[in-house]
C-alpha cells in the first residue's frame, strides 16, 4: 500500500541553522504530497503541497520538491527561528484513487534552541 | 470562518463506559476524517466520510468505534466500550473536496482509567 517514511524522529537545531527533514513516499499511483506542521496542543495545520514532478510547494520560509525520480519530498527551510519548533508530518493522496483520504508519516520533531 | 470545532477537548471515562465525542466540520466541506494519535502510532485513520456516506471505515478498530454523519455539519464517534488503551488524542478534520487542504480541529485528549 501507499506510505509515506520520515527518516528523523527528532532534529535539534540552533536558531538561523538550515533545516532539512527527509520524506520518502511509496505509491502505486501519482501521488500528491503534502507537508503539515503542529504546534503542541494543536491539531495538524496544513502547510503546502505538490501535485506533480519538479513542482516546488512553500509557505511560511519552508519548502518542499516532489521528486519523482527519488521518491522525494524532502522539507527545508534556510533559517530556523525558535518559534518553528514543531512536529511536522509529511503525507501523500492517491490523486488516481476516487478516496481523498492521506497516509501520513510518523512525524519529526523539531526543536529550536534559541 | 469557524474552524473545525470538537468538543469536549479533554474527556476522562473509566474502563468499560461509552464515550460520544463530537465534531463540527467547516461549513462546505464535503469529506471529514477522524483520526486518532498516539507518539507511537502516530495519526491512524478511523472513519472517512464523504457527502455523509461512509467511504472508510478502519479495519482495526471497527469493533468498537463507531463514527456516524447525522448531517452535514456535524459527526460523532462513539467508543463503546472504553480499554485503557483507547487514551489517545481524537482528531476530526474536514476538506471541500480531493486531496485539497485537510483543515484540523483542536483535538480531543481522552483519558481511559
Known amino acids: 500500500g501507499d506510505s509515506v517514511t520520515q527518516t528523523e524522529g527528532q532534529v535539534a537545531l540552533s536558531e538561523e541553522d538550515f533545516l532539512t527533514i527527509h520524506c520518502n513516499y511509496s505509491a502505486s499511483g501519482y501521488p500528491a504530497l503534502f507537508w503539515y506542521v503542529q504546534y503542541p496542543g494543536e491539531g495538524p495545520q496544513f502547510l503546502f503541497r505538490a501535485s506533480r514532478d519538479k513542482e516546488k510547494g512553500s509557505s511560511r520560509g519552508f519548502e518542499a520538491t516532489y521528486d519523482k525520480g527519488t521518491t522525494s519530498f524532502h522539507l527545508r527551510k534556510a533559517s530556523v527561528q525558535e518559534s518553528d519548533s514543531a512536529v511536522y508530518y509529511c503525507a501523500l493522496g492517491d490523486q488516481g484513487s476516487a478516496l481523498g483520504r492521506l497516509h501520513f508519516g510518523a512525524g519529526t520533531q523539531l526543536i529550536v534552541i534559541p | 470562518d469557524a474552524g473545525v470545532t470538537q468538543t469536549p477537548r479533554h474527556e476522562v471515562a473509566e474502563k468499560g463506559q461509552t464515550i460520544i465525542l463530537k465534531c463540527e466540520p467547516v461549513?462546505?466541506?464535503?469529506?471529514l476524517f477522524w483520526y486518532r494519535q498516539t507518539k507511537i502510532q502516530g495519526l491512524e485513520l478511523l472513519s472517512y466520510f464523504r457527502s455523509k456516506s461512509l467511504m472508510e471505515d478502519g479495519g482495526a478498530f471497527k469493533d468498537r468505534f463507531k463514527a456516524e454523519m447525522l448531517n452535514s455539519s456535524f459527526s460523532t464517534l462513539k467508543i463503546q466500550p472504553t480499554e485503557p488503551k483507547d487514551s489517545a488524542v481524537y482528531l476530526c478534520?474536514?476538506?471541500?473536496?480531493?486531496?485539497?487542504?485537510?483543515?484540523f480541529g483542536p483535538g480531543t485528549r481522552l483519558t481511559v482509567l
Open positions: 461549513s462546505g466541506h464535503n469529506d
Open positions: 478534520a474536514s476538506s471541500w473536496t480531493d486531496y485539497a487542504e485537510q483543515f
